[in-house]
């Protein structure tokens, strides 16, 4: 899907918006994302973080999660938000890897509170990364 400038302050606004519902009473780091489907659907993520803090999910996770379930595998963008006013937030190792899972030719945006943003591509985030095509290759 091809979308516009217009598009990707929208759903910066929308990433920003969502951090709003984040469930984090231990660390009080909100995150919020926005998950741009191929459709044109947008589906939002908090995280929600919890007292044994192995099982917290990200925010980028909770919009996969929700796409998926609701029938969306094909993305064009995510958007991700937090309250850090210096510097872009940027997904961790997990999310990067479970974002690769559905491509690596689809657009990242890393935001401030001021809206301004850094874009990268999934790929770009996990070069190397562990694919599906891997399951595939010939075995010893």
């Not at 991700?80 to 491509?103: H, N, T, W, Y």
């Amino acid at each position: 899907m091809e979308y516009t400038q217009e598009d990707i302050k929208k759903l910066v606004k929308t990433s920003q918006d969502a951090k709003n519902n984040a469930y984090c009473p231990q660390s009080k780091f909100r995150v919020g994302s926005a998950l741009l489907c191929q459709d044109g659907t947008v589906i939002k993520g908090v995280n929600v973080e919890n007292a044994s803090h192995g099982l917290t999910i990200c925010a980028e996770r909770t919009a996969i999660c929700k796409a998926v379930s609701e029938g969306h595998t094909k993305f064009s963008a995510i958007a991700i938000a937090s309250d850090m006013k210096d510097e872009f937030i940027a997904p961790c190792g997990a999310c990067r890897q479970v974002l690769c899972e559905f491509g690596a030719d689809w657009d990242v945006y890393m935001t401030k509170p001021d809206m301004t943003y850094k874009c990268m591509k999934v790929g770009e985030l996990l070069p190397l990364s562990f694919t599906s095509k891997a399951l595939e290759e010939d075995k010893i």
